[in-house]
């Protein structure tokens, strides 16, 4: 191979290298979905005190994620992490009808961002294997992605425990990838 | 086992209209045979699930559920005050919102409990995860899988899990939980206050039954509740409460089809013949051969680590090697097993295994 060759070929890998930004609230089941997402076991999960990241491929992308922990306190060391990111996903506890407001208004701030500034988000609306899980749909009315401008948005619905939905849900990223190329 | 005991009339108090489903759970609507039941059946079906699953704004009663009535579903438990609140069975997930001086026991849960906003509560609950927020006054004897953690808590107070039941064993199983992993006193506080410690451990000779009374009414009358030390499923441990000695032992018994029985055999005879050593902490974990050569500092347990999960105990007290060493002898044949050789060599074994198992837990 000559150098050329070489070069370009480093240079279409490193483009392909994505970093992904998984945040919500504590509970939401981000390490979960980051275990799924790796093709984990999920059976011994401990509540994250700082951060995790795995790499994961999926169809020709080397994707980066960072899980970081969602507890009230540690929220104002998300900032930290925005630099350079390529996607966000937002996750949330379906069931969790108390913390609609707070969830949203996290996720309110995290859009107004200026380092997330026109990055695509999916949200996941997790745990739908439970039984009093809200709907996407109404998840999405209730944090009023439709009012979204500037970015391109996707919800879906997903259990990260027993991986229904996960598959889709990755499939948005790479395709969202591709329209952003 | 059949249970007849009136559903519709225990759970007649709680509101019907907490969760409005639109129809459209296009998620959900999966129907796994051709024939599509109406949307009016399955509202209706919802509805006394929903019933069935939540214990909401109740005062001043002892309510639950019994064995087979939960099988793995979630619970939400909230509002209530006053109350006594018995689930005797495995869970998914539990929420406790809003609730002031409650008595609480949970069977088994699969994933985490979070409880929220809640004061002068006494809980009994094993779990994976265990998390507070905005709570205050609440003493809890637990079985956690992993590091509990709590924020923006105070007055919490925690003790190691002691109950028996008939079905409880199973019901670990279901949920997929060792009774031998048990962090329930390393307490992780994410409200680090210098000047204010916000949990502390209940006294060592507390007893569940104080904190949480058996149930006395008609619907939990064959649940059959044991208090004897030596019937409880999750073994007493002393946790990280000062030790009574320097000096440790480490014993760890390899996988095969009586491993179980032969941890809970010793522990039997260790408190018969020495209830003057202590049981620090317990951990069910796998081992790889290479790790086995790192924590046991030789090749010669790398078949026996490949066999299944290992358990390991660290008991301390004055001679606790050479005594350990003895029961252990009695116990049984010494195959199959690994104990410290001498006081030189326990200390670091000890800090090698559970560092390992520590490693292993965290993600």
């Known amino acids: ?181 | 086992m059949s249970w007849s005991f009136p559903r519709e009339e225990i759970h007649t108090r709680i509101e019907s209209d907490l969760f409005v489903f639109p129809n459209t759970t296009e998620y959900r609507a999966s129907p796994s045979t051709g024939r599509q039941p109406s949307v009016i059946r399955k509202d209706r079906k919802r509805e006394v699930d929903m019933k069935n699953i939540m214990v909401d704004g109740v005062k001043n009663e002892t309510v639950g559920r019994i064995p087979q009535q939960i099988n793995g579903q979630q619970f939400v438990i909230q509002n209530c005050e006053n109350c006594n609140i018995y689930v005797f069975d495995h869970i998914n997930t539990v929420t406790v919102d809003d609730c002031i001086n409650c008595n609480i026991f949970l069977g088994p849960i699969k994933t985490s409990i979070f409880i929220r906003d809640c004061k002068q509560c006494r809980f009994v609950l094993a779990c994976q995860q265990f998390r507070t927020r905005d709570c205050q006054k609440i003493d809890v004897f637990l079985c956690c899988g992993t590091q509990p953690i709590i924020e923006a808590s105070s007055g919490m107070k925690f003790g190691c899990y002691q109950y028996y039941y008939p079905e409880l064993e199973d019901q670990f199983k279901q949920a997929g939980l060792s009774v031998f992993n048990n962090t329930w006193s390393n307490i992780h506080d994410f409200s680090q206050d210098p000047t204010e410690a916000h949990f502390s451990l209940l006294p060592e000779d507390a007893k569940v039954e104080d904190y949480v009374p058996d149930p006395t009414s008609e619907l939990f009358k064959n649940v059959h509740i044991d208090h004897m030390t030596s019937k409880s499923v999750v073994p007493l441990t002393h946790g990280t409460r000062r030790k009574i000695s320097d000096q440790s032992c480490l014993i760890v018994f390899f996988h095969d089809d009586y491993s179980q029985s032969k941890v809970w055999q010793f522990i039997k005879n260790m408190g018969e013949e020495h209830p003057e050593l202590i049981l620090i902490q317990t951990k069910e974990v796998m081992m790889q051969p290479p790790d086995a050569s790192r924590v046991f500092r030789t090749d010669t347990y790398a078949s026996a680590v490949s066999q299944g999960p290992v358990i390991g105990l660290e008991y301390n007290g004055d001679n606790s090697v050479q005594c350990c060493q003895e029961v252990l002898s009695r116990t049984g044949p010494a195959q199959n097993t690994f104990i410290s050789q001498s006081r030189d060599v326990s200390a670091s074994q000890i800090e090698n295994f559970y560092n390992f198992a520590d490693m292993q837990m965290a993600v």
Not at chain 1, 49 to 71: E, M, P
Not at chain 1, 143 to 168: F, M, N, P, Y
């Open chain 1, 1 to 181: 191979m000559g150098l050329l060759a070489l070069l370009r070929k480093l240079k279409s890998s490193s483009e392909k290298e994505l970093r992904i930004l998984l945040l919500g609230l504590d509970n939401a089941g981000k390490t979960t979905l980051l275990k799924k997402l790796a093709e984990e076991d999920v059976s011994h999960i401990t509540p994250t005190q700082g951060f995790n990241i795995k790499t994961v491929q999926s169809q020709g992308f080397r994707l980066n994620v960072w899980d970081i922990g969602g507890q009230r306190k540690i929220r104002p060391y998300w900032k930290n992490y925005f630099d350079n990111t390529d996607i966000l996903l937002y996750v949330i506890d379906s069931t969790d009808r108390k913390r609609f407001e707070e969830t949203g208004m996290e996720l309110n701030e995290l859009l107004e961002e200026e380092k997330l500034h026109g990055v695509p988000l999916v949200v996941f609306a997790n745990k739908q294997d439970l039984a009093t899980a809200a709907p996407a749909s109404e998840i999405a009315e209730g944090l009023q992605l439709q009012a979204i401008r500037g970015r391109q948005w996707h919800i879906q619905a997903c259990s990260a425990l027993t991986a229904e939905g996960v598959k889709d849900g990755m499939q948005h990223i790479v395709s969202m990838m591709a329209k952003k190329k």
